[in-house]
């Protein structure tokens, strides 16, 4: 009884503090006029919505650019941290714990060292301004979470089946594929949606390293809360949020449903 | 088809686990590996089937090198002791996934696993989810699954440890009948004496990395090679003693042998005590431990050195009571005794 108490205050608790300020948003995004002292705006307007959907700056290619590059760098950092997590996991070599620390360095040195230093780096190999930089970078943040994620489950996991497999016939390939994927789909799932959101959130390296040729929609929605238009300001920044939690439930989806395929009779 | 393992020596992270190991199971052969717990039986199933990688040496099946062979070249299959279904798949997909590595089509490698799992007595579990199974269906599917693959060579590792001691003998006799059927040669790893004994053509003693003995399952018990091994299956007692002038003396034994002088121990077992009105050994009633279907009683000799002897049923002597026997050691079995030791 006294747990579900306190689950229910923390529950409301969580709630008051993330859709309050959201509702607030939902208010402003629509408001044509509220002023002071006013609970709520005096007169409405679609103003915003225009703006947002069909503006100068509108949405959808912001959108498109901005899913294609998390999708993109999701998938690299995935990629890299399953390898990665597999080595250290599953096989023995020398300097192994010096791999495992260097894939957490990312994540040790401040954000704006790191994209300042990063992009000296990226200017002398020609990557700074361009695409490429942007997803090397974003590929980079992503990775210690990656690592860590996979790390994780590979490790549960084991390398049994695949030693199950191989001796019953399976080439090393066919085997991990056969029976060790399936099993490390939630892991890459979690890993893909983690990398994505890191990736889709990313301003000050986006900024510094695509040098303002790379727009994300993370990059055009800072000027406007750092103007002075409250109700833009929250569009986008609802914008911005609504796409990232649909693209985080959809990858929750994706793991429940591969999760709950394992229980059917 | 013959494993022969010749000279096989395998580390792991540094550490020797088996040293110089020769070992070979003839053609269709079911051979026990008995050892204790740590003494490199999993290691050797494991290189045997190219999981680990030896240091030096040779295995060879038949007349081919497998050595250097990757384990899904080799035709060897390992049953592991932790079973290793695979999670995603049904009971059928299971027993089916080492005809589909071989490009069998979907509804002929489906009808032969139906087959295989009537076989092992599992039928219409085909649909079955692996997590929907018990401990001994678990294990029933892993065996219709090696066999699917018509392995050269069986290695089961301890199959029957994780279950239920009334399900281990049904699980000993399906491998049994099993092993009738196909004539696949077989390597079954067990700490288990009894089962080791009672299952296999022969018994190879692995202690420490090496073979310590290698005959069938009467002359690894009767006969054991060495002291350790006589150790290892208990059932005897070692009476330390010498030898001078083709007498050997050892606490109130002395037996015509014709052995070089020195010390040895001999191996006594207790049937060869025999109950005689006359008999020229007279022991004392120590301890009388009734156990229902036999008691225990130990016997002590004058000297003080005990002997244990199980009578059937209960016995008509009391602790305290001399008893006469006659000793029949038959061919009895000594073992040089170390100057150390």
Not at chain 1, 60 to 75: E, M, R
Not at chain 2, 177 to 186: D, G, N
Not at chain 2, 235 to 242: F, Q, R, S
Request: glycine residues 10%; proline residues 6%.
């Amino acid at each position: 009884m006294r747990k579900a108490l306190f689950l229910r205050l923390f529950l409301g608790l969580a709630a008051f503090c993330i859709l309050l300020p959201a509702a607030l948003l939902v208010l402003w995004s629509a408001a044509a006029r509220w002023s002071w002292p006013n609970l709520l705006p005096e007169s409405w307007s679609g103003r915003t919505a225009r703006e947002l959907l069909f503006g100068a700056q509108s949405i959808w290619p912001l959108l498109g650019s901005s899913a294609a590059l998390g999708g993109l760098a999701a998938a690299l950092a995935t990629l890299i941290g399953l390898l990665t997590a597999r080595a250290a996991a599953l096989y023995d070599f020398p300097g192994k714990p010096l791999v495992r620390f260097a894939g957490l360095l990312p994540l040790l040195i401040p954000g704006t060292v790191f994209a300042v230093g990063i992009h000296l780096a990226l200017l002398r190999l020609g990557l700074a301004d361009t695409l490429a930089g942007v997803l090397l970078v974003h590929v980079m943040t992503a990775l210690p979470y990656s690592i860590a994620i996979l790390t994780d489950v590979t490790a549960a996991l084991g390398g049994g089946l695949e030693e199950q497999a191989a001796v019953l016939g399976a080439g090393p390939v066919r085997g991990f594929f056969a029976v060790s994927l399936p099993e490390l789909t939630p892991g890459i799932l979690s890993s893909m949606s983690m990398a994505f959101i890191l990736s889709y959130s990313q301003y000050f390296t986006t900024l510094i390293v695509g040098g303002g040729r790379v727009r994300t929609l993370a990059l055009a929605l800072v000027p406007y809360i750092q103007g002075g238009d409250r109700s833009l300001a929250s569009v986008y920044a609802l914008a911005f949020t609504g796409s990232a939690l649909g693209v985080f439930a959809l990858f929750e989806t994706l793991i429940h449903r591969w999760q709950k395929r394992g229980d059917r009779p | 088809m013959k494993l022969e393992i010749e000279h096989l020596s395998v580390a792991l992270e540094g550490r020797d686990i088996l040293q110089n190991l020769s070992l070979q199971a003839e053609a269709g052969e079911l051979l026990a590996l008995l050892g204790p717990s740590g003494c490199g039986k999993t290691t050797l199933l494991k290189t045997v089937a190219g999981i680990l990688a030896p240091q030096c040496g040779r295995i060879r099946l038949g007349r081919e090198d497998i050595t250097h062979l990757p384990p899904h070249r080799r035709g060897v299959v390992i049953l592991f002791q932790d079973i290793r279904l695979f999670p995603h798949m049904t009971a059928a997909e299971n027993v089916a996934f080492p005809l589909r590595m071989r490009g069998v089509g979907r509804r002929a490698r489906l009808e032969q696993a139906a087959k295989l799992l009537d076989r092992v007595r599992l039928p219409g579990y085909g649909a079955r989810r692996v997590g929907s199974l018990s401990g001994g269906e678990r294990q029933r599917v892993a065996l219709a699954r090696a066999l699917a693959a018509e392995p050269r060579l069986l290695l089961l590792d301890e199959p029957f440890s994780a279950l239920d001691e009334n399900l281990r003998e049904d699980m000993r006799e399906l491998v049994l009948s099993l092993h009738r059927e196909f004539r696949t040669t077989t390597v079954l790893v067990t700490h288990d004496r009894g089962e080791a004994l009672g299952m296999s053509d022969r018994v190879a003693l692995l202690f420490h990395g090496e073979i310590e003995q290698c005959d069938t399952p009467e002359a690894v018990y009767l006969r054991p090679a060495t002291r350790r091994a006589a150790d290892y299956f208990g059932g005897c007692a070692l009476l330390d003693g010498e030898v001078r002038a083709g007498i050997f003396r050892g606490g109130p034994v002395a037996l015509p042998v014709s052995l070089p002088e020195g010390r040895y121990a001999l191996c006594l077992r207790e049937r060869m005590w025999r109950p005689a009105e006359n008999g020229p050994y007279a022991l004392r009633v120590e301890r009388v431990r009734f156990r229902g279907p036999e008691t225990a009683v130990t016997l002590a000799a004058a000297d003080g050195t005990l002997f244990q002897k199980t009578f059937p049923g209960s016995v008509p002597f009391q602790e305290g009571d001399v008893l006469r026997f006659d000793l029949d050691v038959g061919d009895p079995v000594f073992f040089p005794q170390e100057e150390c030791l």
